[in-house]
């Protein structure tokens, strides 16, 4: 088998990636960084994710984002509740955290090249407006580009390939999508400001998307609301 | 004034590169990534360079890459001693990181985007050849070119320049243009391998590259070697 490393947040999308890396027959190296956010619950989904799901192995790195502040996620800037579509379709928000995705790949990108792997799986998604620059398709290239000059691997020509199968699905796509492959929602989490045992607002951004897609879809999101 | 972010190890190099930033009109906002290294006490020596060099503030951001491992900078394997220029001038040593100059822009690149600067010095360098595939031109354009597509400011038409002013300078050229600036290199730590008080072994590469560099020029390096 093929290994591969895959950005496991805990959240719908990376188990969907998940799902998608396992069906392309890929052993899954999954690697969650923890990077200071508040929603420590997500890490937790995670580990069940790795397991159930049947991870080759699962590593966490810690990188204390919230040194440098300047997001909702990371530093002491309230969480916005109740934006309506509208609202959530332009601009940038503060739930944005900077160089997030950057980050995240580079530490795959380290992880990759310990265990010898080409291939790097990440669930991010351009389409359910989030305005996160760093989920856009020019990111991602950019960062194939930058990957295969940065490391050991890229200077003896094994090409370093970064996979974003979602980036161009809606969120509904990406449920109905991982729900074939047997995704369990269940085990996943999404809320920006979930309570200690993972219950989530209903209200924040990432809830509101995720609630419309089930709906969409006319099924009901197994996970808990308050 | 303009404000940069640096990236400041405690090591020769990101010491002048500081100078060069500050005798640029820069205000220089230190960035000290804690990447897991052995070599604490560089950190220590970041933490004066900052104070003595006159930084707007330092921060530290810790990323614990030895959760992934691959190198002898965050693994269990030995840091090489008593190599000769020539070993040292081929192949990728047991010291590279991966991708630790990958992981530690984007670090920079979130803080410099909170901040709202556009430049961040790094001190890297190709010439001394280490070997490393993230000191290259190529990676530090590539880097650069990611920048601009990963961030809000980049979305907003705000270029991030990274500056690597040190990266076609020899050794003993970097220490003599710090010597010009008044770089203190006694407040500089460059050993793989120090003791806990910050003794320099004198054997490694790095101390080698050094200790080379200082003779050349016809100074003596000015901290301490065990």
Redesign the interface.
């Known amino acids: 088998m093929i290994s591969c490393v895959l950005l496991l947040s805990g959240g719908l999308d990376s188990a969907t990636c998940f799902a998608i890396a396992k069906s392309l027959g890929y052993e899954v190296h999954a690697?969650t960084v923890l990077y200071g956010q508040r929603h420590l619950f997500e890490a937790e989904a995670a580990e069940k994710i790795a397991h159930i799901m049947g991870a080759k192995e699962h590593?966490?790195?810690?990188?204390?984002?919230n040194?440098?502040?300047?997001s909702a996620l990371t530093d002491e800037i309230a969480i916005p509740k109740g934006r309506s579509p509208e609202e959530m379709s332009h601009g940038?928000p503060v739930t944005?955290?900077?160089?997030?995705?950057?980050?995240m790949l580079?530490?795959a990108?380290?992880?990759a090249?310990?265990i010898g792997a080409s291939d790097i799986f990440v669930g991010v998604n351009a389409v359910d407006y989030s305005g996160y620059?760093?989920c856009?398709p020019?990111?991602i290239q950019?960062?194939e580009?930058?990957?295969n000059?940065?490391?050991?691997a890229?200077?003896e020509g094994r090409q370093t390939i970064i996979h974003a199968p979602l980036i161009a699905l809606t969120k509904a796509q990406i449920i109905e999508r991982g729900i074939k492959l047997g995704v369990d929602y269940s085990l996943t989490s999404s809320c920006y400001d979930p309570t200690d045992d993972g219950v989530a607002c209903g209200e924040c951004d990432a809830c509101q998307i995720r609630l419309r897609a089930f709906k969409d879809l006319g099924l009901t999101d197994p996970i808990r609301y308050r």
């Open positions: 690697l590593r966490y790195v810690s990188v204390n984002l040194a440098i502040g300047g940038i944005y955290v900077p160089a997030r995705n950057t980050v580079s530490i990108l380290g992880y090249e310990v620059p760093d856009r020019e990111f950019a960062f580009k930058l990957a000059v940065a490391t050991k890229g200077v």
